[in-house]
């Protein structure tokens, strides 16, 4: 079956550092990948997609590049903020199944002044 | 446009008990689906609602259901509840009528089983 694997967390940063987390995944067809941010005690919010190989997702100063090569969908910043504190999710979903997604496990990314 | 509306946000139940969830989707989004998180074990997917009919399913026992109605408002039931259903329930809706329709998450409801 399907499967995202994320880097394990906690990240912590201090502000204006880069920022990688690392996203691979398994998938038996072609699908549509995303990040979703989550915030203490809030639901996700989708903070950026792509769908179809080689696209290139980007919000807020983060980017991804779907790499069909490498099954790969890596989140990056180059200079994050506190603000960006929160729990970074990667997904996938088919557009012909578009109701499930399958996530990773997510990851803690702090970031300190 | 409202987004999607989850109520209550927090519930404390008994074990043995059962609990309903809500979720109201956007406004024109025919889908609803119904994720659970905890810490162990992520998100996972539990059902997916359209037009009133469950058309995926994910690997819970049958102590977890939903319906759909026909203004598409969503709603989760879990019976016999136990400890290990502690968690965040989230749904989301979507307009699969659109190319590379993208899910919009409630802020959840966080249930504790005591």
């Known amino acids: 079956g399907d499967s995202v694997t994320q880097m394990e967390g906690p990240v912590t940063l201090s502000e204006e550092a880069f920022l990688t987390i690392n996203c691979t995944y398994t998938?038996?067809?072609?699908?549509?990948l995303f990040w979703y941010v989550q915030y203490p005690g809030e639901g996700l919010q989708l903070l950026l997609k792509a769908t179809k190989a080689d696209d290139k997702g980007s919000n807020k100063g983060f980017e991804a590049t779907y790499r069909k090569e490498t099954t790969s969908f890596h989140l990056e910043k180059g200079s994050v903020q506190v603000s960006d504190s929160a729990v970074y999710f990667c997904?996938?979903?088919?557009?012909?199944?578009?109701?499930?997604?399958?996530f990773g496990d997510g990851t803690t990314l702090t970031v300190k002044p | 446009k409202a987004g999607v509306t989850q109520t209550p946000r927090y519930l404390i139940k008994t074990r043995g008990q059962q609990v309903t969830l809500s979720c109201s989707p956007i406004?024109?989004?025919?889908?609803v689906s119904w994720y659970q998180q905890t810490p162990g074990q992520g998100l996972q997917f539990l059902f997916e609602?359209?037009?009133?009919?469950?058309?995926n399913k994910g690997n819970f026992p049958g102590r977890f259901s939903g319906r759909q109605f026909s203004n598409s408002r969503s709603e989760m039931n879990v019976s016999t509840l136990e400890l290990g259903d502690s968690a965040l329930y989230l749904c989301?809706?979507?307009?699969?009528?659109?190319?590379?329709?993208?899910?919009?998450f409630g802020q959840g409801t966080r249930l504790t089983v005591v």
């Open positions: 998938a038996t067809g072609y699908p549509s």
């Open positions: 609602y359209f037009s009133e009919t469950q058309r």
């Open positions: 989301a809706s979507s307009d699969p009528g659109q190319a590379n329709t993208e899910a919009f």
């Open positions: 997904a996938l979903r088919y557009n012909t199944n578009a109701g499930k997604s399958t």
């Open positions: 406004s024109g989004h025919r889908s």
